[in-house]
Structures are given as C-alpha cells and as structure tokens.
C-alpha cells in the first residue's frame, strides 16, 4: 500500500495544478506523463513555440515588404532640410522629445531675427499627412561623420501602408515648395566646403539692379548678354559649341564689381556660388567636381582671381623661356615657365595647379551649363591664357566714375534734384573717384544736397 501511494507519489505531475487548470482537458494528460513533465515534451513544446515566433517574425517582414513603402533620406541629400523644415510644421502637440533648430530670418531693414523651431528628435514619431498616418524615423550614427559638413551622419526613415511611392513625392515637393517659398525674393550664397557646395549665411534681399550705377551702357550689355545666353542652350548644341560662358570685370577697387554681380544675381534669380582657390583643401580634382557640381541656375564667381595667381621671376628647377615667370595658386601651386608649347607644372596631385585650373575651366571635363564671372584689380597681372575666349567670353571694363556715373548716383540718393546733380558733376573731375568714395560721401550728408555739393572739393583732397 505505501509503495503505491510511493508510485502515486512519484507520477504526480511536474506541472503546478496553477498552470495545469488552463490547460485544455485532452492535453492534460500529457503534461501528467512523468516522461514528458521530466523535460523532454517541454524542450518539444520550447522548439515548436520558438519556430513559431520565428515564423511570425518572417511574416511580419514579408507583410511589410508586400504591404508597406518606405523611403530614406540621408542628411546629405538637399531634401532632408526641407523635409526637417516641414516636420517642425507638422508635429504632434504630444510630440514630447524634440530637437531644437534656431532658423534666421531678414527684414526689409536688413535686421535680421532668429526663430526657434521644434523638429522630432531622434526616434520614432508618427504624423498625419493626406489620410494616411506615416512613421518618422530619425536616426543617427554616432560613429559616422558626414564630411561635406562634419556632423554625424543622419537619416530621417518614413514609413506607410500601402505600395505607391507616389505619397512620398508628395510630400518632399510640398516640403520643397515651402521651403522655396520663404526664399522667394532671396538670393542663395554658397560657399565651397571640401567638394560641397554648403549655404553661406541667410537668403538675401535681391539687390535691384539699376541700384549699382556702371557707365552708360554696361549693365545692359552684361545683363543682355547673360540673358541670351540662359535661353539659348538648343543654339549652343546644335552648333557643337560648349554651352558656358565667362566674363571678366575688371577696374580699380570700389568700382562696383562684386555688388553688380550680386545684383546681377537678384535680377536674373540665380544663386551665387563663391570659390576660393585658396581653400586649403582644393585640388584639381576638388576644382572639377566644384565646378560639375553647382546648384543649377547659379554664377559662379572667382573674386579677386589676380591674388589667387601670383606671379613671381624667373627661377626654380624646372625648363623656362625668356620672359617666362613662376606662378602659384595661394602659394601651393607651383607653376614654373610658360612657352608657346604649354605649361610645366611643379605641383603634385593633391594640389591645384595652374593647368588644373585651366582644365577646369574648358578642358575635356568641363561642367556644362555653366555661368563663370571673374573679378580683378589687376588685369596686367592676368595671363592671357587664362582669359582667353573660351575661358573668357567677355571682358569688360569697370573704372572710376565717369559724369554719368556721378549725376546718375547723385540722384539716387537725391531724387528729382536734376539741376542739383550737374551742378555737382560740373565741379568734379571725371575717372578720379570711385563709386564707393561716392556713396560713402552721400551718406555724410543724406539729409542735405545742398552742402553735398558745396563741399564736393573734400572728394578729390
């Protein structure tokens, strides 16, 4: 009798009568087997329960590839700040982890304000855009740095039902469009950073064009000129002509070479994009993907080129002509001799060199579509080779202000004072002062034109 009550004892269940209860009827015999409450139908139970969980597993990526559409957009990509832009418009008021972005604005007075947005952090968000809801993903990689710009490289992931990208597309042009919008009326600045072109500052207010008095005639010229060649990119193809163009300003300083560019830009609705071949980090190969590379409808500008190439004597281990000299790109590049046969070149090839410039600028692998202006002080100091037509298609001189120049700024400054303006010309000398001494010289006196013209001698003492 004690050894049934033994044997009873020695099959009672492994299973606690707790768990045992909601067990269905037919399967809790089984687990009252000794054999399987020992262990073995447990491992069994263990392996169909974890195949299982895998299996839901690969039907949930299978069902998100089949049912769900994603995009990624890396921050190096343009889109990612107007998509940025466009979520600090969108987030939910129960959004509670957010990232701070400080934007700048200018006024018609030139002031400028700032406003602090409030964009999702880095995480998981959703948002409701045109009936569907979409996961926002924002991640960062800690390890990875994003060279163009130097901040840690980031991505924002959307995420929503369906098989259509078209949502997608959407929303990006919507985020394009708005971020446009708040540049409307604005010029862009680049600068070059590494092989990227990055936004320099805030938009800009376009500077009207008839604001920077040239001698009579030139604005037109070089403003006619850029327009016909925007609207004639079918003429340049069918006559088997590189479609760019380039122009050099050329004058004394504070003649208004730079500020007509800029204005020039305004009018037209380009950007500007500033290189400076004194970057530390350009090279040939830098200056090609540059120069490939610039935001459409955009003028590229080489301010002050005759400071970026110096010129020096003779010298320096390498084959020379008579009357041939050494020149240097900010004193990295060494070029050594120039003969009627080609260039000699001392510099290596993570260096700008002065036939890498060259090459740039209408070689085999020269960008198309292309708007270059140059500026000197010193045209003297400028190799023809440089400026040549197809490097240069247009020189055009700015100088010091002619009769037309100052009676035309006079009245910029003194609207309908006509009679005003040639009294002031009649005492001045024309090619002796420059544009800038002259806007400086009004401002000292904005409120009177009277005393604007009788002190006019301290402009030329």
């Not at 740095?145 to 929503?160: F, P, Q, R």
Request: charge should be positive; glycine fraction near 10%.
């Amino acid at each position: 009798m004690n050894g049934m009550n033994a044997m009873n004892q020695g099959n009672k269940p492994m299973i606690p009568n707790s768990i045992l209860k909601h067990i269905p009827e037919p399967l809790q015999g089984l687990f009252e087997n000794p054999f399987f409450s020992a262990g073995f139908g447990l491992i069994g139970v263990g392996s169909i329960l974890a195949i299982g969980r895998k299996g839901f597993q690969q039907s949930l990526i299978q069902a998100r590839r089949y049912f769900f559409v994603s995009v990624e957009v890396p921050s190096k990509d343009k889109s990612y700040l107007w998509l940025m832009e466009w979520l600090s418009t969108k987030k939910s008021t129960s959004t509670r982890h957010v990232s701070v972005e400080t934007t700048y604005s200018q006024h018609e007075s030139g002031e400028i304000h700032t406003k602090v947005n409030f964009i999702p952090s880095v995480g998981t968000h959703y948002v409701y855009y045109r009936g569907r809801v979409i996961k926002v993903e924002r991640s960062r990689e800690k390890n990875i740095v994003d060279m163009s710009s130097g901040n840690l490289w980031e991505s924002i992931t959307l995420t929503t039902l369906g098989t259509s990208r078209q949502i997608f597309q959407k929303l990006i042009e919507e985020a394009k469009v708005m971020a446009l919008d708040k540049e409307e009326g604005r010029t862009l600045i680049y600068s070059s950073m590494g092989t990227e072109w990055r936004r320099f500052g805030h938009p800009r207010k376009r500077r009207p064009i008839g604001t920077v008095v040239l001698d009579r005639g030139l604005s037109d010229l070089i403003c006619q000129d850029v327009k016909k060649f925007l609207g004639n990119s079918q003429w340049y193809t069918e006559r088997g002509i590189p479609y760019r163009r380039g122009y050099l300003l050329y004058g004394p300083p504070g003649t208004g070479k730079s500020s007509f560019i800029t204005a020039l830009a305004g009018e037209l609705q380009l950007s500007i994009c500033i290189l400076n071949l004194a970057g530390k980090n350009i090279s040939d190969n830098t200056l090609n993907q540059l120069l490939s590379s610039a935001p459409q409808r955009s003028i590229i500008l080489l301010e002050d080129i005759d400071s970026a190439i110096q010129t020096g004597n003779g010298g320096g281990g390498g084959p020379t002509s008579p009357g041939s000299s050494d020149r240097s790109i900010s004193n990295v590049m060494q070029y050594q001799g120039y003969s009627g046969t080609g260039l000699q070149n001392s510099g290596n090839s993570g260096q700008l060199t002065f036939s890498g410039l060259l090459n740039a600028l209408d070689g085999v692998a020269a960008s198309e579509g292309r708007i270059l202006f140059m500026t000197t002080n010193h045209l003297e100091k400028l190799d023809k080779v440089l400026i040549r037509p197809g490097r240069v298609d247009l020189q055009v001189p700015i100088g010091l202000s002619t009769n037309y120049q100052m009676e035309n700024i006079f009245l910029k400054f003194y609207p309908k004072q006509e009679t005003l303006a040639k009294n002031f010309v009649e005492r001045l000398p024309e090619h002796q002062i420059s544009p800038a001494q002259l806007q400086a010289y009004f401002m000292q006196y904005s409120d009177d034109p009277h005393k604007a013209v009788n002190n006019s001698q301290e402009l030329i003492h």
